[in-house]
Nanobody, 120 residues
Framework: QVQVVESGGGLVQPGGSLRLSCAAS????????MGWYRQASGEQRELVAS???????HVADSVKGRFTISRDNAKNTVYLQMNSLKPEDTAVYYC??????????????WGQGTQVTVSS
């Protein structure tokens, strides 16, 4: 059974930094994509950043220049380095992974989310 677990959220002041981690574990042949979404209170979920395949990266315009996504393939882990945080970055951040199993079947997995609160 595949599990996707986020960590690293918390309370930070505006201008501060946080580093989120997401680790996938279980029966995994390969990870096709990993990415971060967020959902603020009363808002729709939005894609923040993702890595498609082994190297193709996407970063949302709202966080471009402030957030960086990276991946450790050996550990099946993706990171989101968040710098210059703003109050509008406050949201629950969810990790998503598209995983291929040993039978070449693709499945979509979500973590439980980690709260990021940017406030003075």
């Amino acid at each position: 059974q595949v599990q996707v677990v986020e960590s690293g959220g918390g309370l930070v002041q505006p201008g501060g930094s946080l580093r989120l981690s997401c680790a996938a574990s279980g029966t995994i042949f390969s990870i096709v994509t990993m990415g971060w979404y967020r959902q603020a209170s009363g808002e729709q979920r939005e894609l923040v950043a993702s890595i498609i395949g082994s190297s193709s990266q996407h970063v949302a315009d709202s966080v471009k220049g402030r957030f960086t996504i990276s991946r450790d393939n050996a550990k099946n882990t993706v990171y989101l380095q968040m710098n210059s945080l703003k109050p509008e970055d406050t949201a629950v951040y969810y990790c998503n992974a598209v995983i291929q199993n040993s039978n070449s079947r693709l499945s979509n997995y979500w973590g439980q989310g980690t709260q990021v609160t940017v406030s003075s």
